[in-house]
């Protein structure tokens, strides 16, 4: 794989050229696969001239919900008028996902010509590391560099920035947050931060910057402490769910929920949120009140209008959350991937859904607890299509078969050998004895997910995503 400066892209194609571009970010080491240093991304932002002070950041982190919510404060800061820049990972259907200006993925021609500009600077960096005997900058931190160059050079107002894992040396963590969200803190990506609650919140806190307004979810008594210790060190100003923050009420209806929502400004009644589930009220809430921060501009947060509150939550979509890509029978995409996930999916499929019967279909990377994600799973499920989706991480369909079916039982327990054919055979079990009603849920990892978005055409499907 040629250096970051030798990509030759004349002559291709602009599919052929991002597909070149792609194949050489996934040559560096994979985004969970990071020393904890934030040294080669702040030389390459350096030598670019610091574009991550360009714009306003908010700034996420936890391990549930960091994608919705951030989808959620672009929505609503767009819907102020403003410029927004949106870095979320990971993407399901093209990287350009990943870095979004005004709610759209970043065209393929801007793409490109970031990837030219930035290139030449990140070969010098990696050069540089090489002498030392370093790595080069990794799959993560180079699109990290692609994204703040990118807002920048729109230009943005603001750059909503979910951190890839962790926190301190998160590679988006060069940049100074205004306002920080810290979502639920639980078990999850434990090979790279450990099964230590508050050693995972310590480096979650990292985002937390001196002077900002920092914005917390409920958190267990394991975390709390560690949290109001980062918040006191920093001079920061808390808002905390359960005290400055409420989800007064919610009630689910068709295609989401109506929910009322206080923050110190304000109390919001009865705004329509398009998302299913409990804690996409709470993911919501997050992001009214960040909003609200990044708006007073350094006085006391003002209430936002009800026309921009209405608007920009009645915009909001999250695929691959609790997502419709398919009717008859419906067919359900999920990227829940840890227990924590799972019990709040399971919540919100009870809670807004009646199925007669609901299949799944399961495929689980290695570093995850397939038991867990199973386990959590069982009550809900009639049957489990287990199967593996094309990443390397991929749990063995074989493996994770013999797994379900100790949790499961023998008889509720079939293998696909890859997704299409998993699918195929949980919408046949789904409707062998149900003509109506019946629903199958494709779950457990990312890559799963992506891949049945894709056989499902979910990007193109007129009414697909979150039914409204």
């Not at 988006?172 to 508050?198: E, F, I, R, Y």
């Not at 929920?257 to 409990?278: K, M, N, S």
């Amino acid at each position: 794989m040629p250096d970051a400066s030798d990509l030759t892209l004349g002559g291709l194609t602009p599919d052929e050229a991002e597909r070149e571009i792609y194949s050489h970010i996934l040559s560096r080491n994979p985004e969970h696969d990071f020393e904890p240093t934030l040294d080669r991304v702040r030389e390459v932002t350096e030598l670019l001239g610091r574009p991550q002070d360009a714009f306003k950041v908010v700034h996420l982190t936890g391990t549930n919900g960091k994608t919705s919510t951030a989808r959620m404060v672009e929505s609503l800061v767009r819907e102020h008028g403003l410029r927004t820049g949106l870095f979320t990972s990971p993407h399901l259907s093209t990287v350009r996902e990943r870095i979004q200006i005004d709610g759209e993925p970043i065209a393929q021609d801007a793409f490109i010509r970031l990837w030219q500009d930035v290139a030449p600077i990140v070969h010098l960096v990696d050069a540089r590391s090489a002498e030392n005997r370093g790595p080069r900058l990794s799959f993560f931190e180079v699109l990290v560099v692609l994204a703040y160059a990118a807002f920048a050079d729109a230009p943005v107002d603001v750059a909503v920035i979910e951190v890839g894992m962790g926190g301190v040396w998160d590679a988006t963590n060069v940049a100074d947050g205004d306002v920080s969200v810290v979502t639920s803190v639980s078990l999850d990506h434990q090979q790279w931060l450990g099964d230590d609650l508050a050693g995972i919140a310590r480096e979650k806190a990292g985002i937390i910057k001196d002077g900002s307004v920092a914005v917390i979810a409920e958190q267990s008594d394991a975390v709390t402490p560690v949290l109001l210790e980062a918040v006191a060190a920093r001079g920061a100003t808390a808002l905390w769910e359960g005290d400055a923050l409420e989800v007064v009420d919610r009630q689910p209806g068709v295609g989401g929920q109506l929910v009322t929502l206080r923050t110190p400004a304000a109390t919001y009644a009865e705004i329509f949120v398009p998302l299913y589930g409990d804690y996409q009220a709470r993911n919501a809430l997050l992001a009214l009140a960040a909003v609200e921060a990044l708006m007073a501009d350094g006085g006391e947060a003002n209430a936002l209008s009800a026309e921009v509150v209405e608007a920009g939550f009645g915009a909001v979509t999250s695929p691959g959350r609790l997502e419709v890509v398919r009717t008859s029978p419906m067919v359900l995409v999920d990227v829940a991937h840890n227990p924590a996930g799972i019990d709040a999916l399971v919540g919100a499929l009870e809670e807004s859904f009646a199925f007669q019967a609901l299949v799944g279909v399961v495929g689980v990377l290695a570093d995850k607890d397939a038991e867990g994600i199973l386990a959590g799973l069982e009550p809900v499920l009639d049957h489990v299509v287990v199967t593996a989706s094309a990443s390397p991480r991929a749990v063995p369909a074989d493996e994770l078969a013999g797994i379900a079916r100790d949790i499961f039982g023998e008889d509720r327990v079939s293998v696909g050998s890859d997704l299409p054919d998993a699918i195929d055979r949980a919408v046949q079990a789904a409707e062998r004895d149900h003509d109506m009603g019946a629903g199958v849920l494709v779950v457990g990892s990312v890559t799963v997910v992506a891949e049945a978005r894709i056989l499902m055409n979910a990007d193109k499907r007129k009414g697909a995503g979150q039914a409204r």
